[in-house]
């Protein structure tokens, strides 16, 4: 999540005794646990998608990769709507739409349906998420902002927690013989409270000196990850056909073209929709290359790991999401350990013992995996998942505020948006990736007898690939600042900007 304006002019709070500004709070709050929740939800019911919808493994990507890469894409671009046009309206555009999208995907009559209703999906989810911190900075006065992100990060930890288990609980009871499509459908309720009670209780805010839109930006990163993923996703099936070679290939040139677009774009009005010269910090430049390639794993790993549990050892959603608990639950604990007491103190040593960390628990899995194949039980992936799940923690909370330490404040909005960006698109190539590093490894047409031994060849096969990112990723820290600075507390400068707020912000996964 992101709110990537780069204004330094606040908008006045509403006044400290209207109590709206708590119903205001719990409503885009509210939104935030329905993003979270809806990109952790739908791993756990990949595979009874696929039974009752029939969808393919490289839908069955685009499903998950598409949602990724609309949010990615539209990110930047719906924060600077909002400023422009106003946080309440396109808040609420944008969770009227989400709402919309969620009752597509729920009856979706087929996969390819469903492919575009999650992309659309997607695309909604980049106009309603970055608005919330930007509301929550026009609606609370700075005294009380401390304990508005003690609140935010609660909600971002049960989101963790409660999507896996929530996904698993909807599909195991197969409500009214709906499948998986509960998973979605339970947006719908929520969905409309929140516009009902968004119209009543959100006050409208504007950037005074918001930027101008980079529509064609936005469409030269689009086409880009499109012409990239889009090969790599259906290359297997298709046996490799040269055209998706000179796709990928093509890739590379409208990337290099975005790049010179952007700097005109930047000579000209000063409004690219990618800040270059914030590559000119080492600690930024770093920063970006270790939140995309740690998207990378978490696409990867995350999608794996679910075919692994339950087409290849045949294990239900329900057993499957409760196995995952232990990781949720060291992930959230790590995060507030690694913010409040480790980084302050051991600054970018807690960032790369979080890498190693998580580099340990993959090679555990690995170890297992091979050791006990089609009979391991969840209780003996529980090690491999803490550890993971700590390394992670210390990672994804404090890579923000290092990341920033460095940026010039003016262009602290940009660069936080930016951040938040590229991870979610290295979500959508690690989501891409997963056709060459795990099913171009197993055969998906064995005997039924032999589909467990293939998936845990496909499984470790993909968990060294994972490794190896990690250990590429805890390179790549020594880059950024030994002691990252401190941002703005809550209660901090009245005057404190939106782009300020977002540095206190972590990332959030899949």
């Not at 209660?491 to 912000?505: I, R």
């Amino acid at each position: 999540m992101t709110s990537p304006s780069t204004t330094s002019a606040p908008v006045p709070p509403v006044a400290a005794g209207d109590r709206r500004r708590w119903f205001a709070l719990a409503i885009v709050m509210t939104a935030a646990f329905m993003d979270l929740v809806d990109v952790t939800i739908v791993n756990i019911a990949i595979p009874s998608i696929q039974r009752d919808a029939g969808a393919t493994f490289s839908q069955i990507q685009w499903i998950t990769a598409g949602y990724s890469l609309a949010f990615a894409a539209g990110l930047v671009t719906g924060g600077r709507l909002g400023d422009i046009h106003g946080r309440k309206r396109i808040f609420l555009i944008g969770i009227t739409g989400f709402t919309v999208a969620s009752a597509l995907c729920g009856f979706a009559a087929n996969p390819e349906m469903l492919v575009a209703s999650r992309i659309l999906q997607g695309g909604m989810a980049a106009l309603m998420v970055p608005q919330v911190l930007s509301i929550v900075h026009a609606t609370f006065p700075a005294h009380e902002r401390g304990k508005v992100f003690g609140l935010f990060g609660m909600i971002v930890g049960l989101g963790a927690v409660s999507g896996p288990l929530l996904g698993a609980l909807l599909t195991e009871w197969n409500i009214f013989g709906l499948e998986w499509r509960p998973i979605f459908l339970i947006n719908l309720p929520v969905g409309i409270a929140g516009i009902i009670l968004g119209r009543k209780f959100i006050s409208e805010s504007k950037a005074p000196r918001a930027l101008k839109l980079d529509l064609v930006g936005v469409v030269l990163v689009t086409a880009g990850l499109l012409m990239l993923l889009y090969p790599l996703t259906r290359g297997r099936e298709l046996g490799w056909p040269v055209w998706g070679y000179v796709m990928m290939a093509g890739s590379l040139v409208v990337f290099g073209a975005l790049i010179a677009y952007e700097k005109w774009k930047a000579a000209k009005d000063g409004s690219p929709l990618v800040e270059l010269s914030l590559f000119k910090v080492k600690s930024f430049a770093a920063g970006i290359a270790v939140q995309t390639v740690f998207g990378v794993t978490l696409g990867i790993f995350f999608l794996v790991w679910t075919l692994y549990m339950q087409v290849g050892l045949g294990w239900s959603a329900l057993r499957a999401g409760l196995t995952g608990v232990p990781f949720s639950i060291a992930v959230s604990a790590a995060a507030g350990i690694s913010v409040q007491k480790l980084v302050p103190r051991f600054g970018r040593k807690v960032l790369q013992a979080g890498a190693l960390a998580m580099a340990s628990g993959v090679l555990i899995y690995i170890w297992e995996a091979g050791r006990y194949g089609a009979d391991i039980a969840p209780w003996q992936m529980a090690l491999p998942l803490v550890v993971m799940g700590v390394g992670m923690g210390l990672i994804v909370a404090p890579l923000t505020d290092a990341v920033l330490s460095d940026v010039p404040q003016e262009h602290a909005g940009s660069a936080s948006g930016l951040i938040n960006t590229v991870q979610q698109m290295g979500t959508a190539l690690g989501l891409g990736l997963v056709s060459v590093v795990f099913f171009g490894v197993i055969d998906e047409h064995v005997r039924p007898d032999r589909i467990p031994a293939e998936f845990v060849d496909g499984f470790q096969n993909a968990l060294w690939w994972v490794a190896g990112v990690l250990a590429v990723i805890f390179l790549v820290m020594f880059a950024l600042p030994a002691k990252p600075k401190q941002h703005i507390e809550g209660g901090g400068d009245q005057d404190a900007s939106d782009a300020d707020l977002v540095a206190k912000e972590p990332a959030l996964t899949p």
